[in-house]
């Protein structure tokens, strides 16, 4: 009885080991890619929030967190440049976005990126700014203005990037001339306002098709990024590179680590 039941243990042990060692080699086989982190609104002056909000306290943490941690946080531009000539990132390899070009990027996150030196990539709706734009949730916001952009420009921490003229779902958008003004004419737009090349664009709520990518590149853009999550590791369409949204649930340190920490899409799929 008793050899019987050590027996069993032991084969008990073996596959849970070997359950461990193929989820591993599923992890962190290839090793990491780099977290391409999505924001939007950082502290509503409003006071109300959506899910896809941060608030100013989290933010503060979340980029001192990256910064003690030792994390390489890199521009995109830089992180397109890694995956066009096909090498790895390192590990611990961060990007910041933001969508939409809220002002409270200006008035809560730009002191904090200055704070610890953090470049990052501010994606702004170009037909909108200064105005208060409600981005299809409820909660009107302003977007910021011109002087705002080319302050932050001239501090060499944030890129402009385009998030388009008028945040049109673009998969919906039939009209070719349309389509060309929204990606194109935004570049040239914002590129005349802050007086530097915009070479990102952020499709509006994540959407686009084969014919957007390639306008985009047409359009001289270097990088385009959609919203959902997917690895990006050498080898990815640098016009449809994944991103991680940033939530109120990110306030949560051990989950903003795991979406930080370059296997967060990976994680997510085996809990899937
Ligand atoms: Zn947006």
């Not at 008990?12 to 609104?41: K, Q, R, W």
């Not at 990052?120 to 170009?126: D, E, K, M, Q, S």
């Not at 990518?213 to 959902?228: D, K, L, S």
């Amino acid at each position: 009885m008793k050899k019987t039941l050590s027996k069993a243990a032991v084969y008990l042990f073996t596959f849970v080991l070997t359950g461990f060692i193929v989820l591993c080699v599923h992890l962190f086989y290839d090793g990491p890619s780099a977290a391409i982190l999505m924001y939007h609104s950082v502290g509503a002056s409003n006071g109300r929030m959506t899910c896809l909000d941060v608030t100013e306290e989290a933010f503060a943490r979340q980029m001192a967190f990256l910064h003690a941690r030792g994390f390489h946080v890199i521009r995109l531009e830089e992180l397109a440049g890694i995956l066009r000539r096909g090498e790895k990132v390192g590990p611990r390899t961060v990007v910041i976005t933001f969508d939409d070009g809220y002002d409270n990027n200006y008035t809560k996150a730009f002191p904090i990126l200055k704070k610890y030196g953090l470049p990052a990539t501010i994606f702004v709706i170009a037909g909108r700014l200064g105005e208060n734009y409600d981005v299809a949730r409820g909660i009107s916001t302003r977007i910021m203005t011109r002087e705002m952009m080319q302050e932050m420009v001239a501090s060499g921490l944030v890129d402009i990037g385009s998030h388009t003229t008028h945040h049109y779902y673009l998969p919906d958008v039939q009209s070719e001339s349309l389509l060309w003004e929204e990606i194109r004419g935004s570049k040239t737009f914002l590129e005349s306002v802050v007086g530097a090349p915009v070479v990102s664009l952020a499709y509006p709520l994540g959407g686009h098709t084969r014919s957007t990518e390639e306008m985009a590149r047409r359009a001289g853009y270097e990088v385009a990024v959609g919203t959902n999550r997917k690895d990006p590791r050498a080898g990815t369409d640098l016009f449809a590179l994944k991103r991680i949204r940033i939530s109120q649930s990110s306030s949560n340190m051990l989950i903003f680590f795991l979406e930080a920490s370059g296997y967060y899409p990976r994680l997510k799929r085996l809990a899937s």
